[in-house]
C-alpha cells in the first residue's frame, strides 16, 4: 500500500470540503473494497476521508411509504434491523447474504454503491425497487445512477448519504454465489411494486447490474413463474470467464428469477 | 505519521503509526500481540479476526487508524495470564478443535462473536454458516463445530464473556 494522509470529517459538509480541497481524495467507510485494491496497489489516493464517524450517517427510518437507509450503515445493521425486516424483508435477507459475517461487520451501503463492483448484490435491490440516492448535492434516481463497471452518476466531490427504498408489495433476492469470492456470480432482485414488476440482474452483464424487460413484462400481466415459460435471456453482453460461461449466466438468470418469484409469493 | 490512542485488552494504548498500517499489523508488531495471524491478508480465511467494540473483524483489511477511538479485543484478551482459559478456548483444547492451530485464534474469536449474536445453543448448521469467513486447512471442521457447540453452551455458565 502507498502513503496515503487519513482524514475523519465530524460531518458531511466536512468530508465534501476536503474532496474539494484534495485532488484524488477517496472516501472510505467500511474498506473492504478500498483497503483489498490499495493493497494490490491498484490504487493510490493521497488523502482518505473517513465517513465513519458522521454521526446519524448510518441512520435506518421509514419516512413515511419509503425506508430510508443512511449510507453508513453496516450490513449486519440492514440484516438485523427490525424496520428494514418489517419493511423490506428481501434487503434484509440480501444484506445478511453479502461476503461472512466479519465482512458484514464493516461493509456499507453506501460504499457498495459508490463502488458499483458489477457481482455486488446492492446494485440488484437498488435498481428493481427503484429506489433513489439521495447525496450531498442532489438525488438520483436509480436508472440514472448506474452507469456500467464501477462508474456512477456520482461526481469527484459528491457523497451518498441515503437510500430511499420505496415499498414494494412483493420482492424477493436469489443468488448464485461464487463458493471462493462469495461474490454474486448471478443474483436476482424481482420486486413486485404498485404499479410494475422489475427484474434486475447483478453479475451476469459486462456493464454491470441491468432489467430485463421481457420478464419484467410477462411478470406484469402474471407474477407466476409459469408467466417466464418460453422467454429465454440471450448470452449476448453477459460476462464469460473462468467461473461460468454467458450462455451459463443467461440460464442461471432464468432459473434465479423464477427462484425469487416462487419465493416472493411465498412470503405472504 | 498519525497519533492514535485506543484501548487494546483493556488497556489504554497510545501510538503514533503511519495511516498505511494495517491493524493487524499495529498488533503483531506494534503491541507485540502476535496471537492474530495473517493468512490470506486477502479478507477471505478469517485467520486475522478480532474484536473491535464487541464485533468480529477482520483486521488484515482494517487500518490501524480507522481503531482510533475504538475498544479491540485479541485471542491474548480472553483469559489473564496464568488464569484459566476462556471456556471458547477450553473448548477447542477439550474437543480438539485445532491440528496446526493456525486458523484457531480467528476461529475462536468469531466462535465467541457468534455466540453473542445468536445465543448459548447453537445447531450444527447454524455454526457452520456463520463461519463463513474462517477457513481451516487441517481438521475438516467436524471438531472446530462441536468445540463452538459446546464453548457456546460454558460461556453460559461463565463469567468470561
Known amino acids: ?268 | 505519521m498519525a497519533k492514535i490512542s485506543l484501548i487494546v485488552n483493556g488497556n489504554p494504548v497510545t501510538a503514533n503509526v503511519d495511516p498505511r498500517t494495517l491493524l493487524v499489523q499495529f498488533l503483531r508488531e506494534n503491541q507485540r500481540l502476535t496471537g492474530t495471524h495473517v493468512g490470506c491478508d486477502t479478507s477471505q480465511c478469517g485467520a486475522c479476526v478480532v474484536h473491535v467494540d464487541g464485533k468480529a473483524v477482520k483486521s488484515c483489511t482494517t487500518l490501524a487508524v480507522m481503531a482510533d477511538g475504538h475498544e479491540v479485543k485479541t485471542i491474548e484478551g480472553l483469559a489473564a495470564d496464568g488464569a484459566p482459559l476462556h471456556p471458547m478456548q477450553e473448548a477447542f483444547r477439550e474437543h480438539h478443535g485445532l491440528q496446526c492451530g493456525f486458523c484457531t485464534p480467528g476461529m475462536i474469536m468469531t466462535a465467541i462473536d457468534i455466540v453473542h449474536r445468536k445465543g448459548h445453543e447453537l445447531d450444527d448448521h447454524t455454526i457452520r454458516e456463520e463461519l463463513e469467513g474462517n477457513l481451516c486447512r487441517c481438521t475438516g471442521y467436524q471438531n472446530i463445530v462441536a468445540s463452538i457447540a459446546a464453548g457456546a453452551k460454558a460461556m453460559a455458565k461463565s463469567d468470561l464473556a
Open chain 1, 1 to 268: 500500500m502507498y502513503e496515503f494522509k487519513y482524514h475523519r470529517p465530524g460531518t458531511v459538509r466536512q468530508a465534501a470540503n476536503l474532496l474539494v480541497k484534495n485532488e484524488d481524495a477517496k472516501l472510505i467507510a467500511g474498506g473492504h473494497t478500498l483497503i483489498p485494491v490499495m493493497k494490490q496497489r491498484l490504487a493510490s489516493p493521497p488523502h482518505l476521508v473517513d465517513l465513519s464517524h458522521i454521526e446519524g450517517l448510518d441512520a435506518i427510518e421509514m419516512k413515511g411509504r419509503s425506508l430510508v437507509i443512511g449510507a453508513t450503515a453496516r450490513h449486519a445493521e440492514v440484516a438485523s434491523s427490525a424496520i428494514v425486516g418489517e419493511a423490506i424483508p428481501a434487503l434484509a435477507n440480501l444484506a445478511g447474504g453479502i461476503g461472512d459475517p466479519a465482512v458484514r461487520h464493516k461493509g456499507t451501503i453506501g460504499g457498495s454503491l459508490a463502488n458499483n463492483d458489477p457481482t455486488a448484490d446492492y446494485p440488484a435491490a437498488v435498481l428493481a425497487l427503484g429506489a433513489t440516492i439521495v447525496t450531498n448535492k442532489r438525488r438520483l434516481k436509480a436508472e440514472e445512477y448506474f452507469q456500467g463497471l464501477f462508474s456512477t452518476a456520482l461526481e469527484a466531490d459528491e457523497i451518498i448519504t441515503k437510500v430511499m427504498f420505496p415499498l414494494p408489495k412483493k420482492a424477493a433476492y436469489i443468488k448464485f454465489r461464487n463458493q471462493a469470492s462469495r461474490y454474486a456470480l448471478v443474483g436476482v432482485f424481482v420486486a413486485r411494486r404498485p404499479s410494475d414488476v422489475r427484474v434486475a440482474v447483478t453479475g451476469a452483464g459486462s456493464e454491470g447490474v441491468f432489467r430485463v424487460t421481457a420478464f419484467e413484462e410477462a411478470l406484469k400481466k402474471r407474477f407466476a413463474a409459469k408467466a417466464l415459460d418460453g422467454i429465454e435471456v440471450p448470452a449476448e453482453g453477459l460476462n464469460s470467464d473462468i467461473h461460468g460461461s454467458a450462455e451459463y449466466r443467461a440460464h442461471l438468470i432464468g432459473v434465479l428469477t423464477r427462484r425469487a418469484v416462487e419465493a416472493a409469493n411465498a412470503k405472504e
